[in-house]
């Protein structure tokens, strides 16, 4: 099955610095990556999803971007805010059949005022 | 909020209590999921549930039985419990699961196992 890895574990940044995170994939087949951001006492919230077609989508502060070859993607977000704080997922699918979201272990991002 | 909501909140029980967990979703959505988040792993999907019908089950304890009366609700039932199953359940739903459609996720229930 597939196998999601994600690093770092902790993230700490300065306010108005970028945030990087990675993850790495498995299963060739998988062509469906979101991004799901957990605050603090809530489930996860998507923030941004990109589909194999794609090599990067943006949405104002946060891009995705994805390189099928080496089988990985990464989360941008740039001009951190204090608001970003939270636990940040990736995960991996097949958009189509039986295969559900497969998570990475997840990266706490502390962004520093 | 999302429009997925999870009771109660938090839980303690027993290990020879039973409790359930509810879920309810108001996004006229035809899948549901059990989801188990413990500390410092990844989320572990427990069962997926279409159209009421459970299509997945992630070799789960028996001492974990879900219930899916209708679309919009899901229950998880609690019985004789182990400390280590101590973790924060998450529901989520989505459109259907064989299509490309975001799961929205409720804000989980902390659960205690004494």
């Known amino acids: 099955g597939e196998n999601v890895e994600q690093h770092p574990s902790t993230l700490s940044v300065q306010e108005g610095d970028s945030a990087v995170i990675k993850c790495t994939y498995s299963?060739?087949?998988?062509?469906?990556f979101p991004w799901y951001k957990q605050e603090l006492g809530k489930g996860p919230q998507l923030i941004i999803d990109i589909r194999s077609n794609v090599g990067e989508k943006k949405d104002q502060r946060i891009a995705v971007t994805l390189n099928k070859t080496a089988k990985h993607f990464s989360l941008h977000i740039t001009e951190t805010q204090p608001e970003d704080s939270a636990v940040y997922f990736c995960?991996?699918?097949?958009?189509?059949?039986?295969?559900?979201?497969?998570f990475g272990s997840g990266t706490r991002l502390q962004v520093q005022p | 909020e999302t429009g997925v909501t999870q009771t109660p909140r938090h839980l303690v029980m027993g290990m020879t209590n039973k409790k359930s967990l509810k879920c309810e979703q108001h996004?006229?959505?035809?899948?549901m999921y059990w989801y188990k988040q413990s500390a410092k792993k990844p989320l572990e999907l427990m069962f997926v549930?279409?159209?009421?019908?459970?299509?997945e089950n992630n070799s789960v304890p028996s001492r974990f039985s879900p219930e899916c009366p209708n679309s919009s609700h899901l229950f998880l039932h609690l019985h004789t419990l182990q400390p280590e199953d101590s973790a924060l359940y998450l529901c989520a739903s989505s459109q259907d699961p064989w299509t490309r459609e975001t799961q929205y996720f409720g804000p989980g229930t902390r659960l205690l196992v004494l």
């Open positions: 996004l006229g959505h035809n899948a």
């Open positions: 549930y279409n159209f009421k019908e459970q299509t």
């Open positions: 299963d060739s087949a998988s062509n469906y």
């Open positions: 995960a991996a699918s097949i958009d189509t059949g039986r295969r559900a979201l497969t």
